[in-house]
């Protein structure tokens, strides 16, 4: 059966870290492209961080630029989100989803499989 489980996310004061995983079973994480999606009350899902088959990434919002970083270990068949320098902008529930292609997009609806969710919170 094929999930994808996020797990890492918790309540952090701003300018702190989190580290995001995203474990994958009942499929072959080298023939997925992965993005990392989040979602704020009120407001639409948009696209943070994806990651290629080939290991080529994309960060969507400038906002996160320089300040998250996505990876993934194929022996693990596992995708990390690395968050420095929160904001309580960053505020959101996040996902990680999965879809069989080379490229990525940051359009939630070409991804076919997603994760549950974990909540991340940026606040003192």
């Known amino acids: 059966q094929l999930q994808l489980v996020e797990s890492g996310g918790g309540l952090v004061q701003p300018g702190g870290s989190l580290r995001l995983s995203c474990a994958l079973s009942?499929?072959?994480?080298?023939?997925?492209?992965i993005g990392w999606f989040r979602q704020a009350p009120g407001r639409e899902r948009e696209g943070v961080s994806c990651i290629t088959t080939g290991g080529g990434t994309v960060n969507y919002p400038d906002s996160v630029k320089g300040r998250f970083t996505i990876s993934r270990d194929n022996a693990k068949n596992t995708v990390y989100l690395q968050m420095n320098s929160l904001k309580p902008e960053d505020t959101a529930v996040y996902y990680c989803a999965a879809r069989r292609s080379y490229a990525c997009s940051g359009s939630p609806g070409r991804y076919i499989f997603w994760g549950q969710g974990t909540q991340v919170t940026a606040s003192s």
């Open positions: 009942g499929l072959t994480l080298d023939s997925y492209t």
